[in-house]
Each structure stands twice: as structure tokens, then as C-alpha cells.
């Protein structure tokens, strides 16, 4: 199976009623157990790096890895560079080879973030690099204000013209999602994201959909979005498995084999997670 562009995989996935766990990686072993998952289940995925993590893995080698085992893969696997909040960093993350970019101008102004976004656009279209965009802003969970207040989520008129000036593939939209760990339950805004689907032409995204309510997280996907981000579960995920090992008292003094005691429930997480985004297909 050869390695999947992110653009087509949200295009099937709109068409066909489901949605594509886009989960965050920070070594080849978080990688790893998202493709098995994917295998076990004989679903798509997408695979991404958050560039602030370039300080603990520089994300060459995570693009080179996670490319090539993509390859590799049973099933379809894109891979994708998530967050860069300037024209660097998307920059530097297609030259790291990744075929994916996101780049974030939500904290800028409209006129701005168009700017922005078509610029970057414009140098991916040349290495025929796939790229999102987010208009309106995801925020901070642990910060009520960014959940609940409206004046920071997607407007489904500026979504239509931002996508027309900019040419992005697909759009990450705000609509009472938020980064990280949430200070309340999120209340999604499914009325926003009706009108933003029926009026945009590109796939849709969700940013921040760790610990949204799994029946807010079906109606997402029946309603049209795409691409699902999760990075704080996964990480939870491996913190409590790593947890569990050592206070099991049957890891000690040996991280090799701690490390070797992560698959499992870190598979059975993704696999959770994949069939949350089939709601047609499973029941959970």
C-alpha cells in the first residue's frame, strides 16, 4: 500500500460518512501503534508531528520514519505536519518531507491569515504538498473563555470566501473545541459546523477532540467533518500504561522492557478511537 495523500483520504472519508483519526506522534513507537491499529482495523489514518515537539525529536527523522513505514503499511497511512503557526515553520516541514503541512494563522487577523495561508499554499502546490488551514480559533481547553465564547468560532461566511482566496485542501474550524485538556465538557456548536459544511467546498476538521463526549464526537462525523485531531488522550494513554507497568512491580530497573509494555494499550486506545469515527459501522 503506498503511502496516502492526506487531501484524498478526507475527500473519501467525506464522501463515505466516517472520520479519519489524525493522531499526534512524538517517536517511531507512537507511529508504530497507530498503523497497527489502522492495520487491525482495516481503516485509513493519518499520522502527525506537532513542531513544538522539534526540541525531543527533530522532525526529519519522524517525517523519514513515519513516510516510510507509511509505505509500508496495509492500509492506507498519510502523514502530516500539525500546528506551524508561521511560513518558517510549514516551510521547514515541507523541506523535512512531509507530504502534509498545516499552517495556523487563526491569531492573526482575517485579511492576515489569508495572506498567510496563500502563501504557503502557494510553495506547497509546487512539491505537491497537501495543506490545512484553520480559521476561527481552537484555543487552550484549560481556558473556559476559549470554549464558550463565540466570538472566536468559525464564521461559515468568511469560511467560504477564506478557502476561495487561499486554495487550502481542507480547514480546521472552531466550534467550542480546544486544545489539551478541557476545564469543562465541550459543548459542540453543531449548528455552526451544518452551515459551515453545507457552504465549503474542502474537507473539515476538529482540532482538540480529546475528551469530547463521544456522542458529540458521532454527530461530528454525521454532520461532515473529516479529519479528527487527537494528541492528549494518546499521550494519556501512553503515561498510564507506562504507570501500570511499574506499579505492577514486574518492570524494575529495565525501560526496554517498560517500553515493550506500551503496545497493547496504546493500540487498543487507537483502535478505540477509529471506531468512535465509525459510527455507521460500529456501536460503541
Known amino acids: 500500500m503506498s503511502l496516502a495523500k492526506v487531501n484524498e483520504l478526507l475527500q473519501h472519508a467525506a464522501k463515505n460518512h466516517y472520520g479519519v483519526a489524525a493522531v499526534n506522534v512524538i517517536n517511531v513507537e507512537t507511529v508504530r501503534y497507530i498503523i497497527e491499529a489502522a492495520e487491525?482495523?482495516?481503516?485509513?489514518?493519518?499520522?502527525?508531528?506537532?513542531?513544538?515537539?522539534?526540541?525531543?525529536?527533530?522532525?526529519?527523522?519522524?517525517?523519514?520514519?513515519?513516510?516510510?513505514?507509511?509505505?509500508k503499511a496495509a492500509v492506507p497511512v498519510a502523514v502530516h505536519l500539525d500546528h506551524s503557526n508561521g511560513y518558517e515553520i510549514a516551510m521547514n516541514g515541507i523541506k523535512a518531507g512531509f507530504p502534509s503541512v498545516m499552517v495556523d494563522g487563526s491569531a492573526l487577523s482575517f485579511e492576515e491569515n489569508i495572506e498567510l495561508t496563500a502563501s504557503v499554499?502557494?510553495?506547497?502546490?509546487?512539491?505537491?504538498?497537501?495543506?490545512?488551514?484553520?480559521?476561527g480559533h481552537v484555543g487552550d481547553g484549560a481556558r473556559e473563555d476559549d470554549i464558550v465564547n463565540a466570538d472566536y468560532y468559525t464564521k461559515a461566511e468568511q469560511a467560504v470566501e477564506f478557502v476561495e482566496r487561499t486554495g487550502c485542501g481542507s480547514l480546521a474550524i472552531a466550534v467550542g473545541n480546544a486544545h489539551g485538556p478541557y476545564v469543562r465538557t465541550p459543548s459542540l456548536d453543531f449548528d455552526r459546523i451544518k452551515a459551515i459544511r453545507d457552504t465549503v467546498s474542502v474537507p473539515l476538521v476538529l482540532h482538540g477532540c480529546s475528551d469530547i463526549p463521544k456522542e458529540q464526537i458521532c454527530k461530528a462525523v454525521r454532520l461532515g467533518m473529516s479529519k479528527f485531531n487527537i494528541a492528549t488522550e494518546y499521550f494519556r494513554a501512553m503515561y498510564r500504561a507506562i504507570e501500570k507497568e511499574v506499579l505492577s512491580g514486574k518492570v524494575k530497573d529495565n525501560g526496554v522492557e517498560l517500553l515493550f509494555g506500551l503496545r497493547e494499550p496504546m493500540i487498543d486506545f487507537v483502535v478505540h478511537k477509529i471506531r468512535l469515527l465509525n459510527p455507521d459501522k460500529y456501536s460503541l
Do not use: C, S, T, W
Not at 485509513?44 to 513516510?67: D, K, R, T
Open 121 to 135: 499554499v502557494k510553495a506547497a502546490n509546487v512539491f505537491g504538498v497537501d495543506v490545512e488551514a484553520e480559521l
Open 40 to 71: 487491525m482495523e482495516r481503516v485509513p489514518v493519518i499520522v502527525q508531528f506537532y513542531p513544538g515537539f522539534n526540541g525531543y525529536m527533530n522532525m526529519e527523522y519522524i517525517a523519514h520514519a513515519a513516510v516510510d513505514m507509511a509505505g
